[in-house]
């Protein structure tokens, strides 16, 4: 089963900025996925990261406001620009063997 | 498209209660089935899955049914235990098209809280 690295695990930063988020895979996966997860909400998929392609973004999230990097296939990065109150959530990533998800340990934002 | 139903919480049981979480599902093609637990402040992990009808997926007493009949994978646990208290998702994996897979489907998630 594959072993997902997220950093930084929490951060609060003002309105206005941007974070970026750090996934690291322990073997080389086609496809990683970032999810977003609203408090006391479900997961919900912003994009699908191939290596070497531009990120496929799912319907209401967009490139300038979360740009993926997939510089290689067992690393992807997921940017929240000019955030604000609302992009407060947990961000997490995954990665697919077969039909199995797994998941980082997920990054706490809050936007103050 | 695809979609999951999972029964509202919070539940609130007392320990050595016996624990029924609800999910039904709705799917074009022949899905594998899966139960996510995360527990506070954590991120998703495995608790069990079903790969095809009248699988049964079992880990650390819990125990999931793929009734294909009635498009359920329902949760249970004969005994809870403090240390179970956390947020339970139901989701499906569906083969694409093109022979990839497409994007896991969660449901809203069931928040068990048990009392000593």
């Known amino acids: 089963s594959a072993v997902i690295s997220q950093k930084p695990s929490r951060d609060i930063c003002q309105r206005g900025t941007s974070l970026t988020i750090q996934c690291q895979v322990d073997?080389?996966?086609?496809?990683m996925f970032w999810y977003r997860q609203q408090p006391g909400q479900s997961l919900t998929l912003i994009a699908t990261a191939n290596q070497g392609s531009e990120a496929t973004y799912e319907s209401g999230f967009v490139i300038d406001k979360f740009p993926i990097s997939r510089p290689n296939l067992t690393f992807s990065t997921l940017t929240v620009s000019n955030m604000s109150p609302e992009d407060s959530s947990i961000y997490l990533c995954s990665v697919r063997e077969w039909t199995e998800a797994f998941f980082g340990q997920g990054t706490r934002l809050t936007v103050v | 498209g695809n979609s999951v139903t999972q029964m509202e919480g919070p539940v609130t049981l007392s320990e050595e209660a016996f624990l029924t979480i609800n999910c039904t599902y709705t799917?074009?093609?022949?899905?594998?089935l899966f139960w996510y637990v995360q527990y506070p402040g954590e991120g998703l992990q495995l608790l069990l899955k079903?790969?095809?009808?009248?699988d049964k997926g079992s880990n650390k007493g819990f125990e999931a049914t793929y009734r294909k009949e009635t498009t359920s994978f329902h949760l249970e646990k004969g005994s809870v235990q403090v240390s179970d208290s956390a947020v339970y998702f139901c989701a499906l994996s569906d083969q694409g098209d093109s022979g990839g897979y497409q994007k896991v489907t969660f449901g809203t998630g069931t928040k068990l809280q048990v009392i000593p």
């Open positions: 799917a074009t093609g022949y899905p594998s």
């Open positions: 073997s080389q996966v086609t496809m």
């Open positions: 079903a790969t095809k009808a009248d």
